[in-house]
């Protein structure tokens, strides 16, 4: 498969474009929201219990990858 010099320059600026939208803003908190209560009220279902660390390592990775595209 031949790689194109363009390819990663469009692609980061597409991720980096969706990244700033009120559309995403939207959907990682609703989801974040989801993720706390389910963790929380649920008695047989906590994949990540409270302090939540798994959700904590997810937002790290997230800044990660988004720091540079950002900038």
């Known amino acids: ?15 980096a474009r ?3 939208t009120a ?3 939207v959907v990682q908190t ?3 929201i989801v993720w706390i209560t389910i963790n929380v009220m649920s008695i047989t279902l906590q994949w990540d219990p409270y302090p939540f660390i798994l959700l904590n ?3 790290s990775v997230q800044a990660a990858y988004a720091a540079p595209l950002i900038l």
Not at 1 to 10: L, N, S, T, V
Request: hydrophobic share 55%; charged share 20%.
């Open 1 to 15: 498969m031949p790689y194109e010099r363009g390819a990663f320059g469009r692609f980061s600026e597409a991720v």
């Open 18 to 20: 969706n990244l700033g």
């Open 23 to 25: 559309r995403f803003l």
């Open 30 to 32: 609703f989801l974040v």
């Open 57 to 59: 390592l997810m937002f």
